[in-house]
């Protein structure tokens, strides 16, 4: 005869057992979905940036010969004024373009909130340059600004304004780069700030109005807060955008000119590994380029995610 109540033990184990087996089953089914996804990442990712780091501390030949020279790039990186300069260009560039990027696209997402007529021919019409090619959007604004049959001088001299060289002058190619960057890329981040502005519950602004909060305290003690975590993504994506993505506009409108005003740095390091064959050199500054990132990634997180969602954190 079997022991009291050890069909109820046996019972309870079992159970415990089917909870066990069903959690196993769960860790199975969400290890083959992020499989695909982590593969790639590893293979076309991380084995590339280790391989870059590696091959960063090797003077690379024309005819493919390795000489192991240690931190000899890193040194000659430091005594190069070229690259000195790309990377103030760059920081030029992440500066102002950042910073304007969020604040017309945070603008944009509050405007398109709105229940005003045709609004999602707005949202579409804002969002339409995003799924442009950069190529094409660069031969498009390049012919747009040029000196003479350009739309955009034609247009100012047709107002009585005299017309600029807006890519033949130093003083403004870059910052024409900026605009064309952020035409193309504020519907994206609009949408982003859309869909964040959507997850705000409405009884806030409601009780808010209750209190007598006009516009700006609501945005200031609402919206602006709970916006911390898009807010978040939006200034570490456009950031690395901005130090990587702008390659594609730099080559088709400006090809780092004149006189090297917009030679970012991803452009320097372009041209030292694929026209000068410098592919050591340029995995040095390439590394040099991904701290850069990851630090501005840290410096970003610190700001948007270390304090409370709270006005005043």
């Keep these: 005869m079997g022991k009291p109540g050890g069909g109820v033990g046996a019972a309870a184990a079992g159970a415990r057992r089917t909870r066990l087996s069903r959690r196993h089953r769960e860790w199975i089914a969400a290890g083959l979905f992020i499989a695909p996804d982590a593969l790639g990442l590893a293979l076309f990712v991380g084995l590339p940036m280790v391989l870059s780091v590696v091959l960063s501390f090797f003077q690379v030949s024309g005819f493919g010969s390795y000489e192991f020279v240690g931190l000899g790039n890193y040194a000659r990186m430091v005594d190069d004024p070229l690259f000195w300069d790309s990377m103030r260009t760059t920081a ?29 021919f707005f949202r579409t019409l804002f969002f339409l340059p995003y799924v442009i090619s950069l190529v094409v959007v660069g031969v498009l604004w390049r012919f747009m600004l040029d000196d003479q049959v350009g739309v955009v001088n034609k247009s100012l001299r047709a107002m009585g304004f005299e017309g600029h060289s807006w890519l033949g002058d130093p003083s403004t190619a870059l910052y024409s780069v900026i605009a064309v960057f952020v035409w193309v890329m504020m519907g994206y981040y609009m949408i982003i700030f859309l869909a964040g502005l959507q997850e705000i519950p409405r009884e806030y602004y409601e009780a808010a109005r209750i209190d007598g909060a006009g516009p700006w305290t609501q945005f200031r003690t609402i919206t602006w807060p709970l916006l911390r975590p898009t807010s978040f993504f939006v200034l570490l994506m456009s950031t690395v955008a901005a130090i990587t993505g702008g390659f594609e506009l730099i080559f088709v409108i400006t090809e780092g000119g004149p006189a090297n005003s917009t030679s970012l740095a991803i452009f320097y390091i372009y041209q030292q590994a694929f026209i000068f064959g410098e592919y050591g050199y340029a995995s040095a500054m390439g590394t040099a ?4 990132m990851i ?3 840290a410096v970003i997180f610190k700001v948007t995610r270390g304090g ?3 006005d005043g954190s």
Excluded: H, K, M, N
């Design 308 to 310: 409370r969602f709270d």
């Design 295 to 297: 630090a501005c990634s």
């Design 289 to 292: 380029l991904v701290l850069v």
């Design 92 to 120: 030029v560039y992440v500066i102002v373009l950042v910073p304007t990027l969020f604040v017309v696209s945070l603008g944009l997402g509050l405007l398109v909130r709105q229940r005003i007529p045709a609004v999602g």
